[in-house]
């Protein structure tokens, strides 16, 4: 099975501009989760969609906003970008409750990242 | 609220040395999961192991081993005669499940020699 994959892998923007993310989870899987990496606060949460629904969210300005298509694909958005939204955007998808893989569906596999460096 | 603390920040070690990475958490929930996940240059974060709150057995996987103990809320890892591939962070997690978020510990840095 192909893994998480996320478009596109590295984004320089400038302060104030908005910017899109893409994250296409692994074929099956109906969960989609996000994350923010940066030296300074490690890895946070940013939100959960699971059947087009977001299901949590952590505790990110509004500015940070997501969906989550028919085919399980999200994006995220972030709009009036600022320095400090620099960072490494990681996804991730989980198994669904039932499927008989052998994997437990709080596993989360992640893609390799979008690089999002604003300046 | 869940926290998970690694105290390493960062080990170095020569190859083939045995190496413990350390994870300790906390949580007044009586059912939650635990992970460890590699994270190498490319940034990628591997998923390594997912151990159940009810369930204390050890497990190894080749030169991977993992110690969960509850009674000190320890969830460490070990790699047995480490080789310069296992440099890399190395991250503990835990959920509580459901759609709970991963609550990641900062990190530990392993930098093997050769």
């Known amino acids: 099975k192909a893994g998480v994959t996320q478009t596109p892998r590295y984004l320089i923007k400038t302060r104030g501009q908005q910017v899109t993310l893409s994250c296409s989870p692994i074929s099956g899987h109906r969960s989609v989760s996000w994350y923010q990496q940066t030296p300074g606060q490690g890895l946070q949460f940013l939100f959960e969609y699971f059947s087009e629904t977001q299901r949590n969210k952590g505790n990110f300005p509004g500015r940070f906003s997501g969906r989550q298509f028919s085919n399980s694909r999200s994006e995220m958005n972030v709009s009036t970008l600022e320095l400090g939204d620099s960072a490494l955007y990681l996804c991730a998808s989980r198994p669904n409750w039932g499927q008989t893989s052998g994997r437990s569906a709080y596993e989360q596999y992640f893609g390799p990242g979008t690089r999002l460096t604003v300046t | 609220a869940q926290k998970v603390t690694q105290a390493q920040t960062e080990i170095s070690v020569v190859e083939k040395e045995d190496v413990t990475l350390d994870c300790v958490y906390e949580t007044r929930d009586t059912t939650y999961y635990l992970f460890w996940y590699k994270q190498p240059p490319s940034g990628e974060l591997v998923f390594l192991i997912r151990?159940?709150?009810?369930?204390?057995q050890n497990e190894i996987s080749g030169r991977y081993s993992w110690n969960f103990q509850k009674s000190t809320s320890s969830f460490n890892f070990t790699i047995t005669a480490s080789q310069v591939v296992d440099s890399a962070v190395y991250f503990c997690a835990l959920t509580l499940g459901g759609f709970q978020k991963l609550v990641f510990g900062t990190g530990t840095r392993l930098l093997v020699s050769p």
């Open positions: 151990r159940n709150s009810f369930d204390e």
